[in-house]
């Protein structure tokens, strides 16, 4: 599943993403140039909007009306500046860098002349959110149209101009040329005094991959000194005139509601907004402290309602399983019981992930301010219109008289697609009357944002004599289907996913169930390999089909030196790989285990990675790199530790996340594939870093780890998860 031809579909347990849209409005291009200014400029109109959108599934969600404009997707100033529009978010992949870089080799003009503005319900196309590592294999096509219909138009004007054949003349440097004379003119001569529109084309020629010249460069990060020196802005940072700070008080437990509420002391505070709607209480004042000390004057008291622990999750997670299936969460092929009675082996296993928080840098955070019954939010979330709709539904207003700004925010991870600061903020900011501030505390951030979600996978597998697989059945509780096919040459499969009452709010992760899947699936075959005594990376390449993925195994174990001999103890080899989103990865690594401490440490990883052309080498280095160091954490010892509705590890001293010490070797082998359009990179390198862990930890000590994470403590403590049958 790559390429710009394949259409995005949800995974089918994000029933979030589900409602149609309502209404479609148009407006003419003259009043839309009324904020571009002068130039020219390509459009989508709003009927076309979800047609254009590449992100947008054929339904959309949470009601979506569409905006009363028509959108722009670029637009040459009469200066010869480009701006293009995207509503996709940076939260830290670069996408403003690679994204600008498309545009660019496609205008032929420099990179610096063009600006993206990103994430910004007001000014950008409608987009359905930066999800499922596709911005760029599906925003880089769209902007390319984009820029190669203005760059005809810009064409087309100077063939007028000199009263000659469009066909004849070139574009280079930001500028038409005609050959025949020698004669130029810039783009911004060509744009000064037009207003130039054009329709996006439903297709339009662009320019291959082998034929890019500011594509496919490592061109630095825009606007990276911003970043490094701290003049960058992110949501905590932002100030607006008379603005106040929120805080909330939260419930002791999840689901508790609240039963009485004294705020007489806290309303006699001077300069204080106190508000009480619902089960929502919270407080404005001039700065944080006196917010704070307003709560803790507030008596309240709660009703909390039972709950199961993290020692019980996953006997939890079996117990409470929809008994009802369909199509869509079921898959079968062939007979495994055919498949199971022709064996030579068998093997039978249960694996478990554990909740981990995204604990991003920035947690979240909003400002949201009211003006004349008008809303306007900044806060960092993947999916801005998402929160716009959410704003509107819940104040009853229109949709078009909210708007969401998403400065480039400090990660996200899959963490930041609900509203839940900005909802806070505006509440409190509709009752003080001035803007308000909600920035979250790390505490805060690790109870009531989601969570990865847990899961239980369970497999039965077979092979014949000679090594190949005959059969797979493969259950997965409560974590979802993202990569829960097998990309291995089965004949009789039977692959289910069974829902569960989840005790903990759960959502998108980087990768989504892949990195479960991943990790249960990769971790079996290691277990099939050992069993039918095959080299691991050998019963892989036996069973595989897919030459893209045999490609990353095979460069992956090249670059790594798959097959070399321990030279000392405790040292132990594994290796991992698949498919996701359009990505191809294979992962390889080196462990070490001290058997006296059970202390694990990863001592060298490589990574190949295939997405079909690549558009920034460097800023696909850093996702990649970064995928593993994130990695590192599921993998040894992030989990939420939870007992009576709450929390009992939500901050860094005692939730481990990676750190310097604990980062190894990392090698990125980056396979580019100019013959296939591009695809994305943010999820997919995370998803082989678990399981190719494991693996080498059971090559090192003949301990096979089941559960995720595997060492938290260490080896001597680790459990083995449920035993295998061979």
């Known amino acids: ?195 130039l529109a054009q329709n996006l084309p439903a297709e339009d020629p662009v320019t291959p991959p082998d034929q890019w010249t500011i594509a496919g460069k490592s061109i630095p990060k825009k606007d990276a000194r911003a970043f490094v020196t701290g003049k960058h802005q992110y949501t905590p940072d932002l100030r607006r005139p008379g603005q106040l700070y929120g805080k909330v008080l939260r419930p002791p437990s999840f689901g508790a509601t609240l039963t009485s509420y004294d705020a007489k002391a806290a309303l006699a505070m001077s300069g204080v907004t106190v508000v009480r709607d619902g089960d929502f209480i919270g407080a404005a004042a001039s700065n944080e402290r006196d917010a704070s000390r307003a709560l803790e004057t507030i008596h309240a008291e709660w009703k909390e309602v039972p709950h199961t622990s993290s020692n019980e999750l996953f006997s939890y997670l079996k117990k409470n399983a929809t008994a009802k299936s369909d199509d869509r969460t079921r898959r079968t092929k062939g007979s495994v019981e055919d498949g199971f009675a022709a064996a030579a082996h068998r093997l039978d296993a249960t694996y478990t992930v554990a909740f981990i928080a995204h604990a991003p840098l920035e947690p979240r955070a909003a400002v949201a301010e009211w003006s004349d019954g008008k809303l306007t939010v900044w806060t960092g979330s993947q999916r801005p219109f998402a929160v716009r709709d959410e704003l509107a539904s819940v104040f009853h207003i229109s949709e078009s008289d909210v708007r969401v700004i998403v400065p480039d925010t400090g990660s996200a991870y899959g963490g930041k697609h609900t509203g839940d600061a900005a909802l806070e903020a505006a509440r409190l900011a509709r009752a003080a009357g001035r803007p308000v501030q909600v920035v979250w505390t790390r505490e805060e951030e690790f109870t009531w944002a989601y969570f990865r979600p847990a899961g239980v996978m369970e497999i039965k ?65 290691d277990e099939l390999a050992h069993a039918a005594q095959i080299d691991p990376l050998e019963f892989r390449l036996k069973n595989l089909s897919d030459s893209r993925l045999r490609a990353v195994f095979e460069a992956a174990g090249k670059s790594f030196g798959w097959s070399r001999k321990k030279t000392q103890e405790g040292q132990g080899f594994g290796i991992a790989g698949g498919l996701e989103k359009g990505g191809y990865v294979a992962t390889c690594a080196e462990v070490s285990v001290d058997h006296t401490s059970g202390a694990v440490r990863v001592v060298r990883m490589t990574t190949a990675f295939e997405c079909g052309a690549i558009v920034n080498p460097d800023g696909l280095l850093n996702q990649v790199i970064g995928a593993n160091i994130q990695g590192l954490g599921g993998a040894l010892f992030e989990f939420i530790e939870f007992e009576n509705g709450r929390i009992t590890n939500p901050r860094f001293s005692r939730y481990r996340v990676p750190r310097f010490r604990d980062v190894p070797e990392i090698e990125a082998v980056l396979l580019d594939r100019k013959d296939l359009p591009s695809a994305g990179a943010g999820e997919t390198p995370i998803m082989a870093v678990a399981p190719a862990i494991g693996n080498a930890i059971f090559h090192a000590t003949g301990t096979r780890l089941r559960g995720l994470p595997m060492v938290p403590n260490g080896l001597n403590t680790a459990q083995s998860g449920v035993q295998s049958t061979i």
């Open 1 to 195: 599943m790559s390429g710009s031809s394949v259409k995005f579909r949800p995974e089918p347990e994000r029933y979030e993403f589900t409602a149609a849209p309502m209404h479609h409005f148009e407006l003419t291009r003259r009043d839309f140039f009324k904020f571009l200014g002068g130039g020219i400029s390509v459009f989508a109109v709003a009927r076309d909007t979800l047609a254009t959108q590449e992100t947008a599934p054929t339904q959309g969600f949470h009601q979506e009306e569409l905006p009363k404009d028509i959108t722009a997707w670029l637009h040459i100033g009469e200066d010869g500046k480009v701006t293009a529009f995207t509503g996709k978010v940076e939260i830290g992949q670069n996408i403003r860098t690679s994204l600008a870089q498309t545009v660019a080799d496609e205008l032929h003009l420099p990179f610096e002349n063009v600006t993206m503005v990103t994430a910004d319900t007001a000014l950008t196309p409608f987009d359905f959110g930066t999800v499922g590592s596709r911005s760029m294999p599906t925003m880089s096509p769209q902007l390319r149209r984009a820029a190669a219909a203005a760059r005809d138009l810009l064409v087309d004007a100077a063939a007028k101009e000199w009263n000659v054949a469009a066909e004849g003349l070139t574009t280079a440097d930001g500028k038409v040329t005609d050959p025949a004379t020698g004669r130029s003119l810039r783009y911004a001569d060509l744009a000064r005094g037009k207003t």
């Open 461 to 525: 597998s077979a092979i014949a004599a000679d090594g190949a697989l005959t059969a797979w059945e493969f259950h997965n509780y409560n974590s979802g289907m993202s990569a829960i096919d097998t990309p291995y040459v089965v004949p009789n499969q039977h692959i289910q996913f069974h829902s569960t009452q989840c005790p903990l709010r759960s959502g998108s992760y980087r990768g989504l169930a892949a990195t479960a899947n991943f990790f249960a699936r990769e971790s079996h075959m």
